[in-house]
């Protein structure tokens, strides 16, 4: 028997892949699925099942590709409803792979059909749970998820409260937890950075799973706090339910170089959104007017999710050389499926071509502490409210302006005005300059090393208060 949890940092997921006897079960796969063909492949194996805890939410799994490229059955648990053909379990049903065994444990509350699949070794014990969104390390999942459920958040709680007693917490404290997600997943909100842990520790550990925890006190601790789910969650989710172009296909269509006169024309033509993905730095110095900055080198996928609102939305890439085809893959990822190509020899061959370029205008920590010393300045902490509340700068003219909402808040700031701004460490806070500049705030200023570097100013700052602190 072989086990492996194959993660992905950007969107804190973990997909696994199960081999016994030359059969193989894939749980939870990411969109690009030759990567499981070719393990398979190597290891002389086939792929006999492909296994869904649920209709994700954060990503768009490849569960419909890998079964058209292998015969695979696709399964889902109890009550799911598909536009594609899959095998729709029932609760406890048990599934052959080689000398194993995996059994359906429905487990409804994160979503309706969220199942935790239980495996047995050859020697029958229970061995392991990959409990999906059920079950995190430190947490549970959010139950405001579910599709068109007539259902309230509360409910689900509730129903999630009766899974882990009935169906998680009798297992043996020696099973191991497979989770879908780590920290950083906005499936949670205190999840551990740990991804494989011990069931017993979370009996331990797990706010959640307190022995003597009531259901109404559980429904109220699991709702507290959580904030609303980033809009591309529902599309998402419905993706994964009806169906979705094949990834070969997108990213074909995607990975098409463009000189700058093409990629102007079809900006221009197919109103495409120009994302820019290289460093903060490089795009401060220089970058197309009105593109819009997401940096691979941070939560790239999850950003996009949350900031670009229409999923179907043309986009053109600049890029770092050699991360087009990594670009159209993250995109992919969490449904972005529109990117129609990418600049050829990137903002070089743009400024070759006489085209106009703009700069982000930066300055360092320190330059700022000399100037909100001597002038009142409108300053945007685009952190987290959470991470605001629990330290900020303690100066006139801070205002809390979390990125996650810039497009529903941005009526609340004023052209006319100049902003300075900062989040944790620089990423976030060019984004949200990016999103301001392309709406027509042209008067914005980027604080570079954010509150990291403003922490070791002379500026007053607030009194540290510990996030679990804060409801």
């Known amino acids: 028997m072989k086990i492996e949890q194959i993660y992905t940092g950007c969107l804190a997921q973990g997909a696994y892949y199960i081999e016994s006897n030359g059969e193989v079960a894939i749980i939870d ?167 494989v842990g011990l069931l017993g520790e979370q009996k331990q550990t797990n706010y959640a799973l307190r022995a003597d925890m009531s259901k109404e006190e559980f429904v109220k601790e699991v709702l507290e706090g959580i904030p609303p789910p980033p809009q591309y969650f529902a599309k998402n989710a419905m993706m994964n339910k009806s169906g979705y172009e094949t990834f070969d296909n997108v990213l074909k269509k995607g ?41 691979l080198e941070g939560g790239f996928a999850p950003w996009v999710g949350a900031l670009i609102t229409d999923i179907k939305q043309p986009i053109l890439l600049v890029t770092p050389e050699n991360k087009e085809k990594e670009t159209v893959t993250r995109l992919s990822r969490v449904g972005y499926d529109n990117t129609l190509g990418y600049l050829k020899g990137g903002l070089d061959a743009w400024k070759d071509a006489g085209k106009d370029i703009e700069t982000l205008e930066s300055i360092p920590a320190e330059n700022f502490a000399e100037r909100a010393k001597e002038h009142d300045l409108n300053i945007l902490d685009v952190r987290k409210n959470g991470e605001y509340q629990s330290m900020h700068l303690e100066v006139n003219g801070v205002k809390n302006f979390p990125l996650d909402f810039i497009n529903e808040n941005m009526n609340q700031i004023d052209k006319n005005k100049t902003y300075h701004i900062h989040c944790a460490g620089g990423y976030r806070s060019v984004i949200a300059a990016s999103i301001l500049k392309a709406r027509g705030f042209n008067n914005i200023i980027n604080i570079e090393g954010g509150f990291d570097r403003l922490k070791m100013t002379n500026l007053p700052i607030s009194n540290f208060v510990c996030p679990s602190t804060l409801k």
């Open 255 to 295: 990975n098409i170089v463009l000189s700058p006169e093409e990629f102007e024309d079809i900006a221009n033509e197919q109103h495409a959104l120009v994302l820019d993905v290289r460093s903060q730095s490089e795009y401060a110095k220089a970058h197309i007017p009105n593109s819009i900055f997401i940096g």
């Open 29 to 195: 796969p990411l969109r690009e699925t030759q990567q499981y063909v070719d393990k398979a492949t190597s290891e002389n194996a086939k792929i006999k099942y492909i296994f869904e805890t649920h209709f994700h939410a954060d990503f768009v799994s490849g569960h419909v590709d890998l079964a058209k490229k292998t015969g695979a059955l696709i399964v889902f648990g109890p009550g799911a409803e598909t536009n594609y053909k899959a095998h729709i379990a029932k609760d406890n049903e048990i599934f052959k792979l080689g000398n194993i065994s995996i059994k359906v444990l429905h487990t409804p509350g994160h979503t309706l059909e969220s199942s935790t699949y239980l495996l047995i070794d050859e020697e029958g014990k229970d061995y392991a749970i990959f409990s999906g969104d059920t079950l995190f390390l430190g947490d549970v999942g959010r139950p405001d998820l579910a599709i068109k459920s007539d259902l309230t958040k509360e409910d689900l709680a509730a129903m999630l409260y009766d899974s882990l007693r009935n169906k998680i917490m009798p297992l043996a404290d020696d099973v191991i937890v497979y989770p879908a997600h780590g920290a950083g997943s906005a499936c949670g909100k205190n999840l551990s950075k740990e991804t």
